[in-house]
Structures are given as C-alpha cells and as structure tokens.
Nanobody, 120 residues
Framework: QVQLVESGGGLVQPGGSLRLSCAAS????????MGWYRQAPGKQREWVAS???????KYADAVKGRFTISRDNPKNRVYLQTNSLNSEDTATYYC??????????????WGQGTLVTVSS
C-alpha cells in the first residue's frame, strides 16, 4: 500500500506565502513524476506544477514565477512554495505521484488534499 499525505494549507492574506508539503510512504520502490494539482470551488481540478525524478520542473502559466516545486528524493517528499498569493489561488491542493511499488506495479497516487484560502 502506498499513500500521499499533504500538509501546509491554511488561511493567508493576499500577497502572502505558504509552503505545501507532500510525503509519500508505504511499499515504494521508486517514484517518477511528482506534482501538484488544485481544485477551486465549482471548478475542475487543474494541474499546477510537476517535477521529474531528475529534477526538471514545469509550471502552469497561472503560477509561473510565483510558485516553486521542489523534491527531496531520499525522503520521498515534494514541496510547493507559493508566493504572491491572490484570491484566484484559493483551492484545495492535491499532491500526485507516479510510484513504482515494491511489487513493481506502476501506480498513480493522490493525496487527500490541503485547503488554501486566500482572503483578507
């Protein structure tokens, strides 16, 4: 069994910052891509950023220059540093990872989400 657990969400004022964390645990052989998605109320889930196992990163246009994704491979963790937050960033943020289990199964695993609310 493999799971992802996010943390770090909360209430922040416009212009503020939050650092989201996601930890993978369980029967993990290796992890390929890790990424962050978000879902605002009444909207579809959208991709935010991703990081390959080799460290290459990609960002959605809406967050480019404001958000930074990083990984700690030995700890099976991925982070999302969010800066210059505005009301449009209010959403539940989900971590996703492509994980090879110890049984050599390829799994796409989602976390339970962490809520980010940007409001004064």
């Amino acid at each position: 069994q493999v799971q992802l657990v996010e943390s770090g969400g909360g209430l922040v004022q416009p212009g503020g910052s939050l650092r989201l964390s996601c930890a993978a645990s369980g029967s993990i052989f290796s992890i390929n891509d890790m990424g962050w998605y978000r879902q605002a109320p009444g909207k579809q889930r959208e991709w935010v950023a991703s990081s390959s196992s080799g460290g290459s990163t990609k960002y959605a246009d809406a967050v480019k220059g404001r958000f930074t994704i990083s990984r700690d491979n030995p700890k099976n963790r991925v982070y999302l540093q969010t800066n210059s937050l505005n009301s449009e960033d209010t959403a539940t943020y989900y971590c996703n990872a492509e994980i090879v289990s110890t049984a050599r199964s390829l799994l796409s695993v989602w976390g339970q989400g962490t809520l980010v609310t940007v409001s004064s």
